[in-house]
């Protein structure tokens, strides 16, 4: 036995050498930026390794650097589509979404301008991380992009597209867009044209296939927990013996002439809101002059800093004001929206807008406002920079712009911004001739910008050494019994608050912290409508001692949010920070909860807000849907905290807000009675933390002895019911079915694997297998079953939903009646319970290693007096289960469609269901 052991020693020491000789061969270190480590292989591959042990997770990221930029004639949307493509399998890996779902993968896929991106999180297992690049590999060269799977998926984009032309503000930008550029490439959406996804050769799409996807075309990231050698000689086995095809990539950019007028879009469509926007042409991101952009875009449209909200929302001109500034490898644009409600003037707004934007060069950018937007902006590229998992996919932007350096190169291009680069910036790009808004202004003397294309990008980033890295975190066990052992669970002497902390190392030394307060009963709230939510929403908007801005300023400074969410008793409070600026965050939380300054001039923007977003959505058919479902099984009388409002009495809600209330309510609520929850995960000092909730809020009380508002079970209204929403291309159906159990029920584990086969997975449900991998009519579509905690409500629902077009809304019809009698009457296979359980298994793995997602865990279990063996016990129910277990549990809960609640929304000609139709004018 000894020399056998010796002997199998032995043998996994060569091994181990073969495959590091072997790895050197193939796998070349090529550069390294602050934790980011890139290799190279002989095949072309890039290679981002980004190790993070503090995340218990890990993502593999692919980007492939094509995208709508590299579309021709006739081929409009042809990346998007196949991207949908993509995941219709290889003879290797023939069901992709089952896998996806298998392995408790959060995945997806997204085309932009001039890439496309593949990813998963996971589990940090070498099992799941074999799979995943196994996966990635494959489908890289092996995807069946067969004609069969056009015929129906060419629908499903169509619907995607649709779903996107409800949207006047989306429609708009669409059009200004392309109105913009005469030929370039990014004046065409991404989605597409109608008519080019409908009629698309599968050859057409093959070859677009064959010669983009490949080694060479192809930037590989993994962040997480792996280990970096075994990663490395991973890859190297999956992906070295890839080819390239013969034929080289040659990219030559398309130069848009310089724009030499101003020009007019006019879009004409059904809705309420009223929107001006413009358009200006800008450098593409590797040019220096993006980042002194992207300081003007904070400048002009941060809220509530920025220039053009201060002139039109501040002045009650407009609702709201966004941007959008892509980040591309060619020169692009900045585009501005504002939305102006019905009862304010557009043309007033619209000469405010551009009069604010053509005096720019009278009144320069001042130190203080290039300050405050660079706090902003390297506050926001901070938080993703400690985010292994959004980091991933965050790179894909820079990647396809050029190189993945480039995230870094404009991080310190803004850090090292000057005024007088900005406002340079702006004389150069911030001209009338170079924008698109609405008119066209003859001149003698035109004024045209050429914009050159950024060259040598290589040489640019070859020598970039970047900065510190924020290290790698702890390797931190998300096992049910690793975090028990972890938690410190207890009450502060003088406050009552229950706490629960987990200390440990994460990179960037990142804390999450919630705070919970809950007061008073159902007597307390009656009749109070919204004047909860709008107490909580004005805490951020001033207090005694700060302004608006300053919040916003020192938060900023900080690299910290603090956020403020409020119902009828319960105020809730979260920060994202780090261990040297926690105690500056919970200064600033704490002030805004104990000396708020509730200004009226605040309380309009909120409200105004509010209205035009109900005005914007009042035509929408997911708007009217939702609401309508909670009308139809209305269960409380008008006044009730669970009362259901209809759309005039939201609007009569809001309008009824008052300064003078929101103080009562102030007044009367906020503090600490008898129910306060205090959780913190991450770089903490327990005991700091514990003396600062001690000595700030000991003396934050109110005498309102906290008792739950009762929602328990009511069975569901039985209706299946049409409302018209005229000009919307894009429809949607709601399902909901309302049974009685909850969480502490022995059927619980049976539930979620019925929900998950149902609806939940990745394209994989019963719902998403009929609507669109079979049918091929819906983008979107699928389910889920909620159980509540609450051992004495019970109030449990099956839900399902589809978008689609309108025209195929008896086929969507069909569809759920037919897989849902389907479902009670044959039940689940066997293959079917294991993918379920394998993916939900490994999906909590996942939730428990994201710190929020964690802290809300800890948080519910304080609240319903649980220990973590309460979901330990639900996860060994899950992997128990048997096939009829979970029929068993389908036929005692769920019912045919006939008898759930059921709202269809959209521009349907003729739709036979059983109630009459609604009309939205």
């Given amino acids: 036995m000894k020399s056998k052991n010796r002997f199998i020693a032995v043998s996994a020491s060569l091994l181990l050498f073969i495959m590091s000789f072997t790895t050197a061969a193939q796998i070349k270190q090529t550069a390294s930026v602050e934790?980011?480590?890139?290799?190279?292989?002989?095949?072309?591959?890039?290679?981002?390794?980004?190790?993070?042990?503090?995340?218990?997770?890990?993502?593999?990221?692919?980007?492939?650097?094509?995208?709508?930029?590299?579309?021709?004639?006739?081929?409009?949307?042809?990346a998007h589509l196949l991207e949908h493509m993509v995941f219709k399998g290889t003879p290797k890996h023939p069901n992709i979404p089952e896998e996806l779902t298998s392995h408790g993968a959060r995945p997806n896929g997204t085309t932009w301008y001039d890439r496309t991106n593949y990813f998963e999180t996971f589990n940090a297992t070498d099992e799941n991380l074999d799979w995943a690049l196994d996966l990635e590999a494959d489908r890289m060269v092996n995807s069946y992009i067969a004609k069969k799977d056009l015929e129906s998926e060419f629908s499903v984009v169509r619907n995607e597209f649709e779903s996107g032309e409800n949207s006047p503000s989306g429609v708009l930008m669409k059009k200004v867009i392309s109105a913009a550029f005469m030929w370039h490439n990014y004046g065409q959406s991404t989605i597409g044209n109608r008519s080019d996804i409908e009629r698309v050769p599968i050859e057409n799409l093959q070859a677009f296939y064959k010669k983009y996807y490949r080694p060479d075309n192809a930037v590989l990231m993994v962040t997480g927990k792996f280990e970096t050698d075994k990663t490395l000689a991973l890859i190297e086995k999956k992906f070295s013996g890839l080819k390239n095809p013969s034929t080289p990539l040659n990219d030559v950019p398309t130069i848009e002439p310089p724009q030499d007028g101003e020009k007019l879009v006019t879009l004409n469509r059904v809705g309420d809101l009223q929107i001006v926007s413009a358009l200006y042409h800008t450098p593409a991101g590797s040019h220096e002059d993006y980042a002194a952009m992207s300081i003007v875009d904070k400048v002009l449209n941060d809220v509530p800093s920025g220039r053009i909200y201060k002139a039109l929302v501040d002045e009650n001109k407009a609702s709201s004001v966004w941007s959008f500034m892509p980040f591309t490898k060619e020169p692009s644009f900045i585009y501005i929206n504002v939305n102006v409600p019905s009862d304010k003037?557009?043309?007033?707004?619209?000469?405010?807008?551009?009069?604010?934007?053509?005096?720019?060069?009278?009144?320069?950018?001042?130190?203080?406002?290039?300050?405050?937007?660079?706090?902003?902006?390297?506050?926001?590229?901070?938080?993703?920079?400690?985010?292994?998992?959004?980091?991933?996919?965050?790179?894909?932007?820079?990647?396809?712009?050029g190189d993945w350096r480039l995230a870094f190169i404009n991080r310190d291009r803004i850090e090292e911004m000057t005024v007088d680069k900005v406002n340079a910036a702006i004389q150069r790009y911030l001209i009338q001739t170079n924008r698109t808004v609405g008119k066209f202004i003859p001149t003698e003397k035109p004024m045209r910008v050429a914009i050159e294309h950024t060259e040598n990008v290589e040489e640019l980033v070859a020598n970039y050494k970047g900065k510190e890295s924020l290290g790698a975190g702890e390797a931190f066990d998300v096992s049910y019994d690793n975090i028990a052992s972890r938690l410190d669970i207890g009450n502060l002497e003088k406050t009552v608050i229950e706490y629960g902390f987990i200390t440990?190392?994460?990179?960037?030394?990142?804390?999450?912290?919630?705070?919970?307060?809950?007061?008073?009963?159902?007597?307390?709230?009656?009749?109070?409508?919204?004047?909860?939510?709008?107490?909580?929403?004005?805490?951020?908007?001033?207090?005694?001692?700060?302004?608006?801005?300053?919040?916003?300023?020192?938060?900023?400074?900080?690299?910290?949010?603090?956020n403020i969410n409020g119902s009828n008793g319960n105020i809730r409070v979260t920060i994202n920070s780090t261990r040297e600026n926690l105690k500056g965050a919970l200064a600033i939380m704490t002030d805004m909860l104990k000396n708020p300054k509730f200004d009226q001039t605040e309380l309009d923007k909120l409200k105004t807000q509010a209205l035009a977003s109900i005005e914007q959505n009042k035509t929408e058919p997911q708007f009217l849907a939702i609401r309508e479902i909670g009308l139809l099984n209305q269960n409380y009388k008008k006044g009730h905290p669970n009362y259901n409002m209809s759309i005039d009495e939201e609007i009569a809600a809001i309008n009824d807000v008052s300064i003078e209330k929101i103080q009562s309510y102030y007044d009367t609520f906020y503090g600490i009675s008898d129910n306060a929850t205090l959780v913190a995960i991450g770089n903490i000092n327990e005991q700091e933390l514990k003396d600062y909730f001690e000595a700030e809020f000991a003396d934050f009380k109110v005498n309102k002895p906290y008792l739950p508002i009762a929602d328990?079970?009511?069975?569901?209204?039985?209706?299946?019911?049409?409302?018209?929403?005229?000009?919307?291309?894009?429809?949607?159906?709601?399902?909901?079915?309302?049974?009685?159990?909850?969480?502490?029920?022995?059927?619980?584990?049976?539930?979620?694997?019925?929900?998950?086969?149902?609806?939940?997975?990745?394209?994989?449900?019963?719902?998403?297998?009929?609507?669109?991998?079979?049918?091929?009519?819906?983008?979107?579509?699928g389910g889920s079953v909620n159980v509540d905690s609450d051992n004495k409500d019970k109030n449990s629902s099956i839900f399902v939903y589809a978008i689609y077009a309108p025209e195929n809304a008896a086929k969507v019809q069909l569809g759920f009646k037919e897989e849902i009698a389907r479902f009670i009457q044959d039940g689940i296979t066997e293959e079917e319970l294991q993918v379920a359980i394998n993916g939900w298994v490994q999906g909590q793995n996942v939730s428990r290693a994201k710190d929020n997602e964690l802290a809300r865990l800890i948080n519910n279990n304080l609240y319903y007096n649980r220990d973590l063996n309460f979901q330990k016990e639900i996860e060994e129910n899950v992997k128990g289960l048997t096939v009829d277990d979970v029929n068993t549990v389908i036929k005692k809960y769920f019912k045919t469609f006939e008898e759930w609640t059921v709202v269809n929304a959209g521009d349907f000609e003729e739709l036979k269901i059983t109630n009459e139709d609604k009309k939205v004018d």
Avoid: C, W
Wanted: no cysteine.
């Fill in 504 to 562: 440990k190392d994460n990179r960037g030394e990142t804390v999450n912290l919630t705070f919970t307060i809950r007061n008073g009963n159902i007597n307390d709230f009656m009749n109070k409508g919204m004047i909860a939510s709008y107490t909580a929403g004005m805490l951020d908007k001033g207090t005694t001692t700060k302004t608006r801005q300053d919040i916003e300023d020192k938060l900023s400074a900080l690299k910290s949010s603090v």
């Fill in 345 to 401: 003037s557009l043309p007033e707004a619209e000469a405010a807008l551009l009069g604010l934007l053509d005096d720019l060069k009278n009144n320069p950018i001042t130190e203080e406002e290039l300050n405050r937007a660079k706090s902003l902006e390297l506050k926001q590229i901070d938080q993703l920079f400690r985010n292994s998992s959004f980091l991933a996919t965050y790179m894909s932007e820079f990647i396809g712009a």
């Fill in 35 to 78: 934790g980011i480590t890139e290799y190279k292989l002989d095949n072309g591959l890039k290679v981002l390794l980004f190790p993070d042990n503090s995340s218990s997770t890990i993502t593999v990221n692919i980007t492939y650097k094509v995208g709508s930029r590299h579309e021709g004639y006739g081929e409009k949307g042809m």
């Fill in 712 to 781: 328990p079970y009511i069975a569901n209204t039985t209706d299946n019911v049409k409302i018209k929403t005229p000009d919307k291309k894009n429809s949607i159906s709601f399902g909901v079915l309302s049974f009685e159990v909850s969480q502490n029920n022995e059927d619980y584990a049976a539930l979620q694997m019925a929900g998950a086969i149902l609806g939940g997975g990745f394209l994989n449900s019963r719902i998403a297998n009929r609507l669109r991998q079979q049918d091929g009519v819906s983008y979107g579509a």
